[in-house]
C-alpha cells in the first residue's frame, strides 16, 4: 500500500507560510542546510518560489559561492577542510548583512555586488555546514534537509575530504537537532516535514 504524502508544493507553501508568520515583516534570511545530493539547491529554488507565490521578494544564493581558496591534503585534510573551506566572514559581511540592511550584495565571494529587492524580502541560501557557530546566527529560520547519507554521497560522487568534512559537521553540530524544520527529501518529488517529539 503506497503510503499518502502531501504534495510538494503544499509542504513549501506551508513551510513558506510559516516563516512569514514568525517574521511578517522585514528583510529574513533562511539557510536550507543538507548534505551534498541531499537536494540542497532545488530545494531552496522551490522554497524561492513559495516565498514569491505568498506576496514576498526572494533573492537565491549558496554556500558554495563562498568557498575559500584552500587545497587540503594529507591526514588531516578532512579536518582543514571542516575548518577553512568557506569565507565565513566574507559571507556574513558581504551577502547576510548587506541584504539585511539593504545594501547592494555579492552572492559570491569574488563576485560584484548586485542590487536586491526593496523592502520585505527572503533571501533563501543552500548548502552544507549552514548550522555551524560561525553562522547560526545570521539565520532567522533553518530548515534541514535528510537523506541518507551513504545515498546522497553516492549520488554526486562527493569527493572524500569533502565528503569526511560533512560527516564531521553531522557528528559535532548535529543540525537536524538545531534546525527550525526538518525536511525528509529522500523523494524530491514528495518532501516530508519531520518532526521530533522531545516531551
Not at 552544507?128 to 547560526?136: D, G, K
Amino acid at each position: 500500500m503506497t503510503r499518502w504524502a502531501p504534495a510538494k508544493n503544499d509542504v513549501l507553501d506551508e513551510l513558506a507560510a510559516e516563516i512569514r508568520h514568525n517574521y511578517p515583516h522585514g528583510r529574513i534570511a533562511v539557510a536550507v542546510d543538507g548534505i551534498d545530493g541531499s537536494g540542497t539547491g532545488a530545494f531552496a529554488d522551490d522554497l524561492a518560489a513559495a516565498f514569491e507565490r505568498s506576496g514576498v521578494a526572494a533573492v537565491r544564493a549558496s554556500i558554495d559561492g563562498f568557498l575559500a581558496p584552500i587545497a587540503p591534503a594529507g591526514d588531516a585534510a578532512a579536518e582543514r577542510y571542516y575548518s577553512a573551506a568557506y569565507d565565513y566572514e566574507a559571507f556574513r559581511a558581504h551577502l547576510v548583512g548587506s541584504f539585511h540592511a539593504g545594501l547592494p550584495f555579492q552572492v559570491t565571494l569574488d563576485g560584484p555586488p548586485v542590487a536586491g529587492p526593496e523592502g520585505d524580502a527572503v533571501l533563501v541560501v543552500d548548502g552544507p555546514l549552514l548550522l555551524r557557530p560561525e553562522v547560526l546566527g545570521v539565520w532567522n529560520s533553518t530548515v534541514c534537509l535528510y537523506v541518507p547519507a551513504e545515498q546522497a554521497f553516492e549520488a554526486t560522487g562527493t569527493a572524500d575530504v569533502r565528503r569526511e568534512a560533512q560527516r564531521l559537521y553531522l557528528k559535532r553540530v548535529q543540525p537536524r537537532v538545531k534546525a527550525h524544520a526538518n525536511v525528509d527529501n529522500t523523494d524530491p518529488d514528495q518532501p516530508r516535514r519531520t518532526f521530533s517529539d522531545s516531551c
